[in-house]
């Protein structure tokens, strides 16, 4: 029992000592020079440990991203797309409310992406790096990403040619993919670092040379404007939010203040006067607009969590287990308890039962704070802080889901950032009960690998699936076979997915990442 303790009082004093305050709901503070050392402590320990339910989750994301594109359209129910685009016209209609398990795709990644920041930058301050050269680092990855986001939509063959049906545009597409993997791959480090260099040096050269020279329909060549907006979106979170933990890593308080300005700007942004003025300008548009900070709505609740999973990393020990005081029952009613609070946010809220889905999961979330109360070892107090925090955004989301007629993901309200906020920790809950307590890491692995790389998941079914498809005239002849039914033409988009889950799961065995 007093080893029990001791750990327990260890982690819930690393969440305060890190962050300058507590978990959810108590407060403390500790010495700067023990927080620096339990920093680099932490961070050690993450090197050789990865938190495997966020590869799942951003593997999920990412493939559900890849299905949500390739299911047939006009045919499916409208919980099948987006909410603001309706089957069968898929006309843009922004008075219409709802979620869908495809709006959840985009925040989903986010989220992800900002639980990963902490993990990501904690290594590197604890080998040494000062605060300048963390700085450099994270701009750098910014850039990467922003002309990774620009030379994709240069090398899309339907962005190339969006109507000519050339088998040119698709040789293209093809060309520029191998093109891009050659620009960010991330080669062997037993091979020379001169060899390395001058591979990498290689590629971007001869991919500036591709992309100068593709000739598209509106005239003009390579153009900085010409970007996927997704991506953009993501370089962007990717400094904003790095910079934001950087600076208050420790001062979990100063960061949710953050939101706090950030919520005001928001809000104001539509009103005459100076924050409109600001909100609406940029130096750069095709890079940054201040409009893309809403995202961080998602991507700092993703912060907080990753500061979670750097602690849980650093206690996590093989012999914790024996300190456990949940049973397996309960450990499976919290799974079932996490995806049922999920499920029902999406059926209710896309079926505009506001009040009764706000009120049922209430209920249901009261349930999981008795399952999830009195945590014995280190898993089990990470899953009561993510616990907590899950329903809080969650609670914060369902307020304001009256506000700017309904929850919506295009223009995107209030109540979508914090609901798919605390929903994505509900499901990161699920998918830790699932890989580590269970033990059934085999069960997910698909989403894991591709988790790991997940850019060459983002880029591959446009650049690699549907252009062998068309060259080797399968394409014709697999739509006309699933354009029977409904269920034909999901089960279509469904076999895109599989395959190319499956091909990003061979690049990850084989070590091959796309570095960004």
């Given at each position: 029992?007093?080893?029990?303790?001791?750990?327990?009082?260890?982690?819930?004093?690393?969440?305060?000592?890190?962050?300058?305050s507590v978990?959810?709901?108590?407060?403390t503070?500790?010495?700067?020079?023990?927080?620096?050392k339990?920093?680099?402590?932490?961070?050690?320990?993450?090197?050789?440990?990865?938190?495997?339910?966020?590869?799942?989750?951003?593997?999920?994301?990412?493939?559900?991203?890849?299905?949500?594109?390739?299911?047939?359209r006009?045919?499916?129910?409208?919980?099948?797309?987006?909410?603001?685009?309706?089957?069968?016209?898929?006309?843009?209609?922004?008075?219409?409310?709802?979620l869908t398990?495809?709006?959840?795709?985009?925040?989903f990644?986010?989220?992800?992406?900002?639980?990963?920041?902490?993990?990501?930058?904690?290594?590197?301050?604890a080998?040494?790096w000062?605060?300048?050269?963390?700085?450099?680092?994270?701009?750098?990855?910014g850039?990467?990403?922003a002309f990774?986001?620009?030379?994709?939509?240069?090398?899309?063959?339907?962005?190339?040619s969006?109507?000519?049906?050339t088998?040119?545009?698709?040789?293209?597409?093809?060309?520029g993919?191998?093109?891009?993997?050659?620009?960010y791959?991330?080669?062997?480090?037993?091979?020379?670092?001169?060899?390395?260099?001058?591979?990498?040096?290689?590629?971007?050269?001869?991919?500036i040379?591709f992309?100068?020279?593709?000739?598209?329909?509106?005239?003009?060549?390579?153009?900085?404007?010409?970007?996927?907006?997704?991506?953009?979106v993501?370089a962007?979170?990717?400094?904003?939010?790095?910079?934001?933990?950087?600076?208050?890593?420790s001062?979990?308080?100063?960061?949710?203040?953050?939101l706090?300005?950030?919520?005001?700007a928001r809000l104001?942004?539509?009103?005459?006067?100076?924050?409109?003025?600001?909100?609406?300008s940029?130096?750069?548009p095709?890079?940054?607009?201040?409009?893309y900070?809403?995202y961080?709505?998602?991507?700092i609740p993703?912060?907080?969590v990753?500061?979670?999973?750097?602690r849980?990393?650093?206690?996590?020990?093989?012999?914790e287990s024996?300190?456990?005081?949940?049973?397996?029952?309960?450990?499976?009613?919290?799974?079932?308890?996490?995806?049922?609070?999920?499920l029902?946010?999406?059926?209710?809220?896309?079926?505009?039962?506001?009040?009764?889905?706000?009120?049922v999961?209430?209920?249901l979330?009261?349930?999981?704070?008795?399952?999830?109360?009195?945590?014995?070892?280190v898993?089990e107090?990470?899953?009561?802080?993510?616990?907590?925090?899950?329903?809080?955004?969650?609670?914060?989301?369902?307020?304001f889901?009256?506000?700017?007629?309904?929850?919506?993901?295009?223009?995107?309200?209030?109540?979508?950032f914090?609901?798919?906020?605390?929903?994505?920790?509900?499901l990161?809950?699920?998918?830790?009960?699932?890989?580590?307590v269970?033990?059934?890491?085999?069960?997910?692995?698909?989403?894991?690998?591709?988790g790991l790389?997940?850019?060459?998941?983002?880029?591959?079914?446009a650049?690699?699936?549907?252009?062998?498809?068309?060259?080797?005239?399968?394409?014709?002849?697999?739509?006309?076979m699933?354009?029977?039914?409904p269920?034909?033409?999901?089960?279509r988009?469904?076999?895109?997915?599989?395959?190319l889950?499956?091909?990003?799961?061979?690049?990850?065995?084989m070590?091959?990442?796309?570095?960004?």
């Amino acid at each position: 029992m007093a080893a029990q303790i001791n750990w327990q009082v260890k982690f819930d004093n690393r969440y305060s000592s890190q962050n300058k305050s507590v978990s959810a709901l108590e407060y403390t503070t500790s010495d700067s020079q023990n927080t620096v050392k339990n920093e680099k402590l932490f961070a050690v320990a993450a090197v050789s440990q990865r938190a495997d339910a966020l590869d799942a989750l951003r593997g999920i994301a990412v493939l559900a991203m890849v299905l949500s594109g390739t299911i047939a359209r006009k045919t499916l129910p409208a919980w099948m797309y987006h909410a603001q685009l309706p089957p069968p016209d898929h006309v843009f209609n922004n008075k219409l409310a709802g979620l869908t398990w495809v709006d959840l795709v985009f925040p989903f990644f986010l989220f992800a992406m900002g639980a990963a920041i902490p993990l990501a930058l904690s290594r590197r301050i604890a080998k040494g790096w000062d605060t300048k050269k963390v700085v450099l680092f994270i701009l750098q990855r910014g850039c990467l990403l922003a002309f990774f986001a620009i030379f994709l939509q240069h090398i899309r063959p339907t962005v190339i040619s969006p109507e000519e049906a050339t088998r040119l545009k698709w040789w293209l597409g093809l060309c520029g993919f191998f093109l891009l993997f050659l620009m960010y791959v991330r080669w062997p480090q037993k091979w020379y670092e001169w060899l390395r260099r001058g591979l990498t040096l290689a590629a971007w050269s001869a991919g500036i040379v591709f992309v100068s020279h593709i000739k598209y329909p509106s005239g003009v060549g390579f153009s900085v404007d010409r970007s996927d907006i997704i991506l953009m979106v993501l370089a962007n979170m990717a400094v904003f939010g790095s910079l934001i933990w950087l600076f208050t890593r420790s001062n979990l308080w100063l960061r949710v203040g953050i939101l706090g300005l950030l919520l005001a700007a928001r809000l104001s942004s539509p009103a005459d006067g100076w924050v409109n003025l600001v909100w609406s300008s940029s130096p750069a548009p095709w890079l940054f607009q201040f409009d893309y900070l809403k995202y961080l709505f998602v991507v700092i609740p993703g912060t907080i969590v990753g500061d979670l999973l750097t602690r849980w990393i650093e206690y996590s020990s093989p012999e914790e287990s024996s300190y456990a005081k949940w049973k397996s029952w309960r450990y499976f009613s919290i799974l079932v308890l996490m995806l049922a609070i999920d499920l029902i946010l999406l059926i209710g809220l896309q079926a505009r039962w506001v009040w009764q889905t706000s009120l049922v999961t209430l209920i249901l979330c009261l349930c999981g704070w008795v399952l999830l109360k009195k945590p014995g070892n280190v898993t089990e107090n990470l899953l009561n802080h993510l616990y907590k925090w899950g329903f809080y955004w969650l609670a914060l989301g369902l307020l304001f889901e009256p506000y700017q007629g309904g929850i919506k993901k295009d223009s995107a309200t209030m109540s979508y950032f914090f609901v798919t906020a605390g929903m994505a920790i509900f499901l990161l809950i699920g998918l830790t009960v699932i890989i580590d307590v269970f033990q059934k890491r085999w069960f997910l692995q698909l989403f894991i690998d591709n988790g790991l790389n997940p850019m060459i998941g983002y880029a591959g079914f446009a650049n690699i699936i549907w252009p062998i498809l068309v060259l080797t005239k399968w394409e014709p002849v697999i739509v006309e076979m699933t354009s029977s039914n409904p269920f034909m033409g999901f089960l279509r988009g469904f076999g895109y997915t599989a395959i190319l889950g499956l091909i990003v799961m061979g690049f990850t065995r084989m070590k091959l990442f796309l570095r960004t």
